[in-house]
């Protein structure tokens, strides 16, 4: 039985933990290189860069900001800083978990993966999510702040609610749907010009471009319709913004979607 390795500030078999304090660091190793591998982080404050590398290993590090209180009882005192970010990772069955116990602190995560690597992240407050040369699943999950996805190969579902979607895919997965949506930001997702795709692109207020050959299906609009009469509720129909189209002649359905905002779907050069 294969029993996860957890690490909390302590250096146990497998793990390389860097003597400065500041960053913290640390190397940590999959369970089977050979084997597809996966890493996990998410963070409440702060932000998260990964990018691939020629290696083996997870390279992560993380550099805390601590927000000081007012405290009247301390007046006249020296304040004794606190060091340490609170990082805490997990590996078990070729999944590495990223994560830290530190709630209040900004905490920015920089971590880096073998190439093929797929990847999930998700951040909630103070910062930008950004992923760069990756081989695999791309998933990104941003509340407050930016979404950025270079040189992917593989596949990306990608959302900001309030920042921008910024998405470069150089391949993709064969039948894979994909999504890229944010509330109040642009969309721009550069894809490579043979890209096959059954296109779904809705802006409520703003405009969408693309510089592929779009082949528009007005017969994909379907009307929306609500019955409530039988419990003496109203009958409503309605039409969404939603415009459907294919790409090199239609493939696995990729969305975009914005409600503040515009759509780029560019052609890779």
């Known amino acids: 039985m294969k029993k996860a390795l957890i690490l909390a500030f302590v250096l146990t078999a497998g793990f390389a933990l860097a003597q400065d304090s ?23 404050n702060g932000g998260i860069t990964v990018r691939g590398y020629d290696g083996k290993d997870a390279i992560i590090e993380a550099r805390g900001e601590r927000h ?33 116990r530190a709630i209040n602190d900004n905490i920015d995560l920089i971590i880096q993966v073998p190439y093929a690597t ?17 081989s695999g699943d791309v998933e990104v999950n941003n ?21 921008k979607v910024v998405v470069t895919l150089d391949r993709i ?9 944010s509330l109040n930001g642009d969309i721009d997702v550069t894809l490579p010009g043979d890209i096959k795709a059954r296109v779904k692109m809705k802006s409520d207020n703003g405009e969408i ?15 929306v319709v609500e019955d409530q009469r039988s419990e003496h509720g109203k009958y409503r129909v309605r039409f969404d913004k939603v415009v459907y189209g294919m790409i090199n002649g239609g493939g696995p359905e990729v969305q975009f979607t914005t409600f503040n905002g515009n759509i780029y779907i560019r052609k890779a050069k």
Do not use: C, W
């Not at 471009?209 to 009307?223: E, G, I, T, W």
């Open 68 to 100: 000081h209180r007012r405290d009247e009882r301390s007046d006249g005192m020296h304040r004794i800083d606190q060091v340490g970010s609170g990082l805490s990772i997990e590996e078990s069955d070729n999944v590495i978990k990223v994560g830290t």
């Open 143 to 163: 509340t407050n702040g930016n979404a950025t996805a270079t040189h992917i190969t593989g596949s990306a579902v990608v959302h900001a609610l309030n920042g």
């Open 173 to 181: 997965t064969p039948d894979k749907p994909m999504s890229f949506s």
């Open 22 to 44: 500041s960053p913290d660091r640390v190397t940590v190793a999959f369970s089977d290189p050979s084997r597809p591998k996966r890493l996990q982080a998410s963070l409440l």
């Open 209 to 223: 471009y693309s510089d592929f050959d779009v082949k528009l299906d007005a017969s994909a609009r379907q009307p």
């Open 118 to 134: 797929s990847v999930k992240l998700s951040a909630t407050n103070g910062g930008d999510i950004i992923v760069d040369h990756v």
